[in-house]
Structures are given as structure tokens and as C-alpha cells.
């Protein structure tokens, strides 16, 4: 059960190193290593995430789920579909789901996912990185995140009880990872498509070594996002990152 297990630090460089160091000497799936704060915490693409004390929830689940490393791409998708239903539990704010994973209040980043794995043949753990902006001030952010990230007090105008947000989520990651193992990804497809703020929109999808640009059309069975590019053919992406354009023929990006 994830979460049975919390081993809480009030600083770390990062969550995830932890958790790998933890996992590589055989801590049980369910386990999560919370922090107050990350000195060096990690996004995506070699980022950093801003990580400071009291501002958030900043944790990794270790799990260790028996199948081959193509389908853990729907771990990352489980996550933003159990963070999203989380969040809104204990807050009333529904965030939106930029494809694969980031949350999103009015634009802005609530969320960051970042999901690591150990793997050969089969998987042998995988990390899962959860950063939530629950209580970061405005001020806090400094002028660079400020226009691009925002936070769950922000956006309801009170301090948010870290606990209960904590206690919310992992409840439900615990409960989509259970019907995933069991019932496959069709379910959650259909739970992230009704949480998602990618599909049906005009897109860019750098996958670092190509800009693609056209209409997020889907999701397929195994998470890829569908593109129907500008000469109307369809491409098919397991990873890149991806920028909403807001006005048609702009390069105004809002997510
Ligand atoms: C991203 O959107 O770039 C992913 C951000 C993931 C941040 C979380 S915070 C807890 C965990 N530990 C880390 O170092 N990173 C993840």
C-alpha cells in the first residue's frame, strides 16, 4: 500500500536520490521519502525544482510494479490523473493536465512529476517524484517563476493543511495504481482525457532535437500523445515537451 511506510527528512538534495538510494538496497514498494526542503531538486530535463522549506510538498513513491519499461510511461500519466483528483479533494481547485504531466492552475505550473526508473528486461523499481506548489508566496518565487508558476494558496487565498493534501494524494495514487495493475490503462485514459488541457489544442512538442508543431489530436492505448502536424500527417510521441499555443497563428504559449 503506498504509503504505509513515510520516511520524512527536513532537508535532502533531492527526494528522488534518496528514494534510489532506499530502492537500490531493496526498500518495499508503497514506501515515500518526504522533505521539507530539496537543496537540488530535480525536474525534468535536467531542471531544477524550486524546492524551498514549508513551501510544498516535495516526496517520492517508491514502487516496483512487475512489467516491461515501455508501459511505465503510464505511471507518469497515473500520477497526474491521482495528483490531480488529490488536490482537488482537499482544496476544491481543479487543476488541468498538460500532457504527460505537469498541473496547471490558470496557466501555471501547480505540479511537477518526474518519474525515474531502474530497469533491464523488466522494471525493477521506479521513482516517482512529486513536487506541489501547496503554500510557495508569490515573492518566494522570484521573478523568473513568477510568471510561469503559481501555488495552492495563491490560488485559494489560504494556507493549504500539508498533511491532509499529502494524505489525499496518496490515497489516491494508491487507488489508480491498484486499478491500473488490475485493470489496465483504459480506465485511467479516460480519467486523464477528462482532466487533460492538451488534446484538441494547437501545440509544440520539442523532443530536443525537433520542434513539432500542429494539433494534439489523443492519446493512444499505451499514453503516446497523437499530433496531426501542419502537412496533416500524425506523429506519435512517447516523451518531448510540450507548449500550448494559446492564439491561433501566435507564438503566445500558456502552459
Ligand atoms: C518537472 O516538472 O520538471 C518535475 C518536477 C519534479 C519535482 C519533484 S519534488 C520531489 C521529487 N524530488 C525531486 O528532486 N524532484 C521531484
Not at 517520492?60 to 512489467?67: A, C, F, M, N, S
Not at 503554500?135 to 518566494?140: G, H, R
Not at 494508491?174 to 486499478?179: A, E
Amino acid at each position: 500500500m503506498i504509503g504505509r511506510k513515510l520516511i520524512h527528512y527536513a532537508e535532502v538534495d533531492s527526494t528522488n536520490s534518496v528514494a534510489d538510494q532506499l530502492a537500490r538496497c531493496g526498500e518495499p514498494a508503497g514506501t515515500v521519502v518526504t522533505a521539507n526542503s530539496q537543496t537540488h531538486g530535480q525536474g525534468r530535463l535536467d531542471r531544477r525544482w524550486f524546492s524551498p522549506p514549508d513551501g510544498g510538498l516535495w516526496f517520492t513513491v517508491i514502487l516496483r510494479p512487475k512489467t516491461e519499461p515501455e508501459i511505465t510511461v503510464q505511471m507518469t500519466l497515473l500520477a497526474a490523473v491521482a495528483v490531480c483528483i488529490g488536490i482537488e479533494k482537499a482544496t476544491g481547485i481543479r487543476p488541468g493536465i498538460k500532457w504527460p504531466n505537469d498541473l496547471l492552475v490558470r496557466g501555471k505550473k501547480i505540479c511537477g512529476i518526474l518519474c525515474e526508473m531502474e530497469a533491464a528486461e523488466t522494471v525493477e523499481y521506479v521513482l516517482l517524484g512529486i513536487g506541489i506548489n501547496a503554500n510557495v508566496k508569490e515573492q518566494d518565487f522570484g521573478a523568473d517563476l513568477q510568471t510561469t508558476a503559481t501555488s495552492l494558496a495563491l490560488e485559494s487565498g489560504r494556507n493549504v493543511d500539508g498533511v491532509q493534501l499529502l494524505q489525499e494524494v496518496l490515497n489516491q495514487l494508491d487507488l489508480w495504481y491498484d486499478r491500473w495493475l488490475t485493470e489496465g490503462f483504459s480506465v485511467l485514459r479516460k480519467a486523464w482525457k477528462e482532466r487533460n488541457i492538451t488534446l484538441n489544442r494547437q501545440i509544440e512538442v520539442d523532443c530536443g532535437d525537433t520542434v513539432v508543431v500542429g494539433q494534439a489530436i489523443d492519446i493512444d492505448g499505451e499514453g503516446a500523445l497523437l499530433v496531426q502536424t501542419l502537412d496533416g500527417s500524425e506523429q506519435r510521441f512517447l516523451f518531448g515537451e510540450v507548449s500550448i499555443r494559446c492564439l491561433e497563428g501566435s507564438d503566445q504559449s500558456c502552459g
